[in-house]
Nanobody, 111 residues
Framework: QVQLVESGGDLVQPGGSLTLSCEASGIDLNTYTIVWYRRQREFVALLNRSGYTSYADSVKGRFTITKDNAKNTGYLHMTRLRPEDTAVYYC?????????WGQGTQVTVSS
């Protein structure tokens, strides 16, 4: 059974930082493209098997996507957070037309 479990969402003040985690079981994340979305289908960032990364313009320079193969976990490091970053963030593992989604984690940016 494939599972992706996100964690790390929290309430943070504007300008603050958070790191979201996406722990996978049942698949080897190293063979998948990891994509972070928010608000279900708003693209945030991706990291493919070759190490290529891509970011939405709204988060470029503030967010960084990484993974730890040994932990089978992907990460989204978020800095200089803004109120408009408030959303439920989802990780998705994509390969060969297959998609596996996590349940989402809430990030709230507010003073």
């Amino acid at each position: 059974q494939v599972q992706l479990v996100e964690s790390g969402g929290d309430l943070v003040q504007p300008g603050g930082s958070l790191t979201l985690s996406c722990e996978a079981s049942g698949i080897d994340l190293n063979t998948y493209t990891i994509v972070w979305y928010r608000r279900q289908r708003e693209f945030v960032a991706l990291l493919n098997r070759s190490g290529y990364t891509s970011y939405a313009d709204s988060v470029k320079g503030r967010f960084t996507i990484t993974k730890d193969n040994a932990k089978n976990t992907g990460y989204l490091h978020m800095t200089r957070l803004r109120p408009e970053d408030t959303a439920v963030y989802y990780c998705c593992a994509e390969f060969g037309g297959r998609e596996y989604w996590g349940q989402g984690t809430q990030v709230t940016v507010s003073s």
